[in-house]
């Protein structure tokens, strides 16, 4: 079966630009998390949707960063007026809620901002 | 603060031999916990997780865990070490499923 697909793989974009990176979960997770992963660093948790329950948006370093999810389907991250310090690899994964413990990650979009 | 904390950066271990990779963590309750690993271009693949009971745990390709409560941790382990095993592998910790906090990786050099 498919797995979480993110989209566009990769994004160079100039700063001061707005970004939007979409992430395709499995069918049935209802469960969606939002990572950041700067170069050589660990996960960094940005927000997580939990079926149609209000976000933990508890990771959202600033309110320039922004995510959406229309029920248990796809969810996009935005970041606008994008500053350098946005560079890094967003990883989306997604969860089946009962009774699975694994989150199921994308590749990731490695975005670039020059 | 919630933290998770892998002491060391990089791990060498050769072929045939037993390995150990640390993890410690900072986080309030009784998590959950969990190894995931990243190979070269492609993205993270579960390993194994501790929920309750038995404080060692059985994982993906022969890896195994142990649990520590009193030391909070969590040390990733393989009998074995196969070159096979160089990764990345991640630590993870959460309170309710809600949130998870990672460690900064560690990475794993089996020489043949």
């Known amino acids: 079966g498919a797995g979480v697909s993110q989209s566009p793989s990769n994004k160079v974009t100039e700063k001061g630009k707005d970004v939007e990176l979409r992430c395709d979960p499995i069918?049935?997770?209802?469960?969606l998390y939002w990572y950041r992963q700067r170069l050589g660093q660990g996960l960094e948790f940005l927000i997580y949707?939990?079926?149609?329950?209000?976000?933990?948006k508890s990771g959202l370093p600033s309110d320039r960063f922004s995510a959406e999810r229309t029920g248990e389907s796809v969810s996009t991250l935005t970041i606008q007026r994008t500053q350098q310090e946005d560079s890094a690899v967003y990883l989306c994964?997604?969860?089946?809620?009962?009774?699975?413990?694994?989150?199921?990650f994308g590749p990731g979009t490695r975005l670039t901002v020059t | 603060a919630q933290s998770v904390a892998q002491p060391e950066d990089q791990v060498n271990v050769a072929e045939g031999n037993p390995l150990t990779v640390k993890c410690t963590y900072s986080?309030?309750?009784?998590?959950?916990l969990f190894w995931y690993v990243q190979y070269p271009n492609r993205g993270l693949q579960f390993l194994l997780k501790?929920?309750?009971?038995?404080?060692l745990v059985k994982g993906s390709y022969g890896f195994e865990a142990e649990f520590n409560k009193s030391q909070t941790s969590f040390h990733l382990k393989k009998p074995s070490a196969l070159v096979s095993d160089s990764a990345l592998y991640f630590c993870?910790?959460?309170?309710?499923?809600?949130?998870?906090?990672f460690g900064s990786g560690t990475k794993l050099n089996v020489k043949p």
């Open positions: 501790y929920i309750t009971g038995d404080n």
């Open positions: 986080v309030s309750g009784n998590p959950y």
């Open positions: 993870a910790v959460s309170p309710n499923f809600n949130k998870f906090y």
């Open positions: 949707f939990q079926g149609n329950s209000a976000p933990d």
């Open positions: 069918s049935g997770h209802t469960a």
């Open positions: 994964a997604s969860r089946y809620n009962r009774g699975s413990y694994e989150q199921y």
